[in-house]
């Protein structure tokens, strides 16, 4: 077996919104693909305003059948929960800096992995589609993204020679919901592949972890078996002690008394440094992935924004738990739903209008 890199999209040009489909012309097994998107932020600054956030799908189809299907910040979740590592991101807040994002989808357990890869002689119609909109936090302009900036490639990891994998990893958003003081979600999972991982996602600007699931339950027949019945926190402590915490650079933009938020929503680490000489700082961690920042330039309050590299380190990526089936790495151990006749996830809400969605990584078998 041989190991080859090719382009799928090599520095595509494209519109500050908008969908693009490219045809996946391989014949060998692919183990991953590598995405790249590129914007400039605009010549003031851009605040708050990630690129991830613009990337409204990662989808491969083949025909009306989806694949994988996940959000900028699902994809950066989900990859940085399966190797335990983020890897590099331009995450930047600094007027006229290029932000960068970098994402790989594995096809198999680890790259060059036997079992799991995606084998396009297994489909007809294999296509990308990515969706997109630089506008979807902040206009595009001095104080968002520089109109005409976006970039994208996508590399395919292929495995040339390889023999036949018996199937391939599929990660979809399953569900969305936004979340209602006292209500209960009740959402079927399908009941046809073996489940790997629950990913869920809810955000809210002043909170940690994820905001508005106060409690996850899962059940099969009705309660006959219940794999999982935990509070919010203790399902996220719980997930501390089987993956390790994340780390990254953040550069913001920062005066006396701004809030700021890092992309890592529980009890994150973040130290900051400036470009002053004779400046401090004070960061108000909560442990939710946002604090107030005191700045003080020879020791006076400091109204002007100033650039600072922060090293954040944490868990609960853009607000994901991962809730793991089994052992990463053996099939055998993720949770089989061929013995059950239903299974359902039901999420307890406790806070009205965080946006909810969950994620299921599953076993495609061919």
Known sequence: MLRRQAYVENLRVLADAGVVTSPLNVRDPITSLTFAFTATNGGTWNLNNTLAQCIQAIELLDGSDVLVSLTGPQAIALAAYRRDYMNWLNVT????????????????????????ALDPSRFSNLQLRITWNLATILPVGVLGYVTGSMRYTCVANIMEGAPAPQGMLSARQHYQLATLVGATAFIDLPTDRRLKAIYIRSTAAAFGG???????????????????????????????????PLHYNHSFMINNGMTIYPLLKWWEDLQLQGYQGDDTYTYTNNAAGFGVVTVLLAGVADANMRSYIGSVGGWCPYHVVAIDQGEWDDPNSWLDPSTFRSIQLQLTQNLAASNASVVLESELVY
């Open 93 to 116: 807040e600094f007027p006229n800096d290029p932000a960068i994002l970098v994402v790989e989808y594995q096809f198999g357990r680890w790259n060059g992995d036997p079992v799991y």
């Open 210 to 244: 994820i905001p508005g699931i106060s409690r996850v339950k899962l059940t099969c027949d009705q309660d006959k078996f219940v794999p999982l019945d935990m509070l919010t926190q203790d399902l996220i402590a719980m997930m501390t002690t089987l993956h390790k």
